[in-house]
């Protein structure tokens, strides 16, 4: 959009707002989003994130948070209601530059205006990644192939930081399973992975009927008792974590061309839109008991990927197998995906980004019990988020020293009650 609309829009409140709530940008923004939601934490976001909201707009994981806190148009309305007519009129005035029907705003549809335009501005953000991509998007002809419909209601994400480290886009996320006290329930993270097997274990372009399903569960079988997956749920997490999260399209996994004795290096390849470029994303996964050792095996796992074993660049094209796309894929789609690969100015990534998944043993308070629930979730949150800070540290130190700053990390953590054990457990229950 030609300007800023969710900066304008916190621009206006705050020239009303009280001096403690104007006091610093990104208390403003807190304060915004703590009205318009019933849920929202003053913590889910550090301040260096609450300002890039303020200069930069929403974008679709923020949007995705504000909604997962349960928008409270009414409590929003009312906040803006309380405002005195002096300074709704100049709310007004700031709102005015991005009236679209260009008429005057009303004093009295001041609170109804704002509560519009922030319920479309997240709109928007949202579903913005959803819009036709451009001819040489990986978009064009990937389609997503997870179901998601209920990823909100099965994860909270507590906690989304970038790192200064990296050069190139990436993101951190710490989520969190619903509901947000510790010991957690896998139930329903347990049906969104059963929703979702076919369409990790299969090809696309292929028909999800009952023989399929009953296909794609002896594929994760045998691939399972294979001994090559560590972790076949963290596997599936990183799948649906990175199509729901990021956008990236699954190409092909490592459980999917198993069936025919073939094997890659990564756990999946995926093709991600980004800003107009393409890349190139290895999926990785850990599930430990304990967080620092998950961080250090996911990136032991890191370096044994083939482009990182070369002294050379290797370039995204020469990490896809022809072969077996020709085998997955229509010649035509196979011949389109191998066209988006070929390094062209602006199109493609030169350098592979990464997809990693991290369960890990949650580190439980022993005064959660004698919380109330609101205060065992603000706890839990607060412990996970603070993960969130560990795995950046440690994160940025291995990227450091693998020179990997020019490489993408598109990070998702999530604490379980025992990974080590957790992980087989799950998965034996859901393929047998």
Same mark, same amino acid.
């Given at each position: ?25 990104e ?21 260096? !994130? ?14 995705q ?30 709102l ?5 029907d ?8 001041v ?19 959803q819009k ?10 990937? !389609? ?24 190139n ?8 399973? &619903? ?7 896998y139930n ?41 997956? %560590? ?12 199509e ?34 393409? %890349? ?8 430990n ?14 370096? &044994?990927?083939r482009?990182? %074993? ?15 796309l ?7 789609e196979?011949?389109?995906i191998?066209?988006?690969l ?6 493609i990534?030169?350098?592979?980004a990464?997809g990693?998944f ?8 022993? !005064? ?29 130190n291995?990227i450091?020293? !693998? ?30």
């Open positions: 959009m030609a300007n800023n609309e969710f900066k304008i829009l916190i621009d206006s409140l705050r020239t009303a707002m009280s001096k403690e709530d104007r006091r610093s940008i208390r403003s923004v807190n304060v915004v989003l703590s009205n318009y939601t019933k849920n929202w934490n003053e913590n889910i976001y550090s301040l260096q !994130n609450l300002k890039k909201l303020y200069y930069k707009g929403l974008n679709q994981n923020a949007a948070t504000i909604k997962d806190a349960e928008i409270d148009v009414d409590s929003f309305r009312r906040y803006v209601d309380d405002f005195d007519d002096i300074d709704k009129d100049a709310i007004a005035l700031k005015q530059t991005i009236n679209k260009g008429q005057e705003i009303e004093t009295n549809a609170s109804y205006f704002c509560t519009n335009l922030l319920n479309r501005l997240v709109e928007d953000a949202i579903t913005k990644q036709k991509p451009t001819k040489s998007g990986p978009n064009e002809y990937l !389609n997503k192939t997870v179901s998601d419909d209920s990823f909100s209601s099965v994860f909270t994400e507590v906690a989304s930081e970038e790192s200064p480290l990296i050069n886009s990436n993101g951190i996320h710490a989520f969190i399973l &619903k509901p947000e006290f510790f010991p957690f329930s329903n993270m347990e049906n969104l992975i059963l929703n979702n097997i076919t369409s990790y274990a299969v090809a696309r372009g292929i028909e999800k009927n009952d023989v399929t399903g009953i296909k794609a569960t002896r594929i994760l079988r045998d691939y399972m008792q294979s001994g090559v997956p %560590q972790d076949l749920l963290g596997e599936m997490l990183a799948y649906i974590f990175l729901h999260i990021d956008g990236a399209r699954k190409i092909y996994t490592r459980a999917e061309i198993s069936a025919n004795s073939r094997t890659i290096n990564s756990e999946g390849i995926y093709l991600k839109d980004n800003k107009g470029k393409s %890349q190139l994303v290895l999926g990785a996964s850990q599930l008991d304990d967080l620092q050792d998950a961080i250090q095996n996911v990136v032991l796992e890191l370096k &044994k990927f482009n990182n %074993q070369s002294e050379s660049l290797i370039m995204p094209i020469d990490l896809i197998d022809s072969s077996i020709r085998e997955q894929y229509s010649d035509e196979s011949k389109a191998l066209k988006v070929v390094p062209t100015e602006n199109e990534d030169e350098v592979a990464y990693l991290v369960g890990y043993k949650f580190a439980a308070d022993d !005064n959660l019990k004698n919380c109330s629930t609101d205060e065992a979730k603000l706890k839990c949150r607060k412990i996970v988020e603070n993960d969130l800070h560990q795995v950046i540290s440690q994160l940025d291995e450091r020293l !693998n020179d990997w700053q020019r490489s993408s990390f598109y990070v998702y953590m999530l604490p379980l009650i025992s990974p080590s054990t957790d992980g087989n457990m799950i998965m034996r229950e859901l393929i047998g």
